[in-house]
């Protein structure tokens, strides 16, 4: 999109963001039935998706799966450009952190974490939700860097507004080793498709999926202990973080290990329910290579 395309969009995207959850709930609904029941966005992969994952349901049960998805979907859409604008005391009124006390635990022995997670709940909330609880690391969101650089700087200020910080994905590493004297949690969104070449493989969902081993090399390197964050709704708009540590000592445990243990709980809580994952992502693209 040019620069006039996005200074034409940004009134619009700030309207929505400014818009009272009720009325953006009813933007939502709207949406929805644009989207997935006139123009079907995407709707052949979610069903191939859900279909693949969940061989034991019939078809009537995937399709109940997929109606709820669209429309968790839609709400997860305007929820995030409300993070343009939200204020931090309607985070904490929207999402509540129980799980808090497992990060307060490390921070008061000055001990840095890895979160792990996936594009599961409501991540973007989840992350305003860390910034403005007291008395925890500084988070990191690792993220792919936009090409276009108005939307780019438009993310860019979303994700760091209530005091975030960010690692570009190719450079997190680096980023996370200068930063060895500070107290931080980086998140690892570890459900994305890596290059199946220098992936880790292993079944997810019942189907041969790639995974990025990044967390459990860089967790081994650093010492960082593991920490999952599961974002679960407990009705509509409103979220709960829960967090458990996976991985207390990484260099007791193999990169693949670490890799698979994550990748395991994410899957049990997309099982648990299934309609907050994110179905129109194309998971399952790449074939694993020959050995």
Not at 133 to 153: D, K
């Amino acid at each position: 999109m040019s620069a006039v395309g996005y200074y034409l969009a940004l009134p619009f995207l700030y309207g929505i963001a400014l818009l009272p959850f009720p009325l953006l709930y009813l933007l939502s609904d709207f949406t929805c039935l644009l989207l997935f029941g006139l123009i079907g966005y995407r709707k052949e992969v979610v069903l191939t998706n859900l279909r693949k994952s969940f061989p034991e349901k019939n078809e009537a049960e995937i399709r109940a799966i997929a109606k709820r998805f669209y429309r968790w979907f839609c709400d997860l859409t305007l929820e995030t450009l409300k993070t343009l604008t939200i204020s931090p005391d309607a985070v904490r009124s929207r999402v509540n952190f129980p799980g808090a006390g497992v990060f307060r635990s490390f921070a008061e022995k000055k001990q840095s974490v890895i979160i792990v997670m996936g594009h599961y709940g409501n991540w973007e909330l989840a992350g305003a939700r860390f910034a403005v609880e007291p008395g925890l690391h500084q988070l990191y969101v690792i993220y792919h860097p936009l090409q276009n650089p108005h939307f780019e700087r438009l993310i860019v200020h979303m994700r760091t507004r209530l005091g975030n910080r960010l690692y570009a994905m190719q450079e997190t590493f680096k980023g996370m080793v200068r930063d060895r004297q500070l107290l931080t949690a980086t998140a690892f969104i570890a459900d994305q498709t890596p290059s199946p070449e220098r992936a880790y493989w292993t079944e997810f969902l019942n189907q041969d999926t790639p995974v990025f081993t990044g967390t459990g090399v860089i967790a081994k390197k650093l010492g960082y202990p593991v920490v999952y964050l599961s974002i679960q709704q407990s009705k509509r708009g409103h979220y709960e973080m829960h967090a458990e540590v996976l991985v207390p000592d990484p260099k007791s445990m193999s990169e693949n290990d670490i890799n698979q243990l994550h990748t395991d709980r994410l899957q049990r809580d997309i099982r648990q329910k299934p309609d907050l994952w994110l179905w129109t992502h194309r998971r399952w693209k790449h074939r694993r290579p020959p050995a």
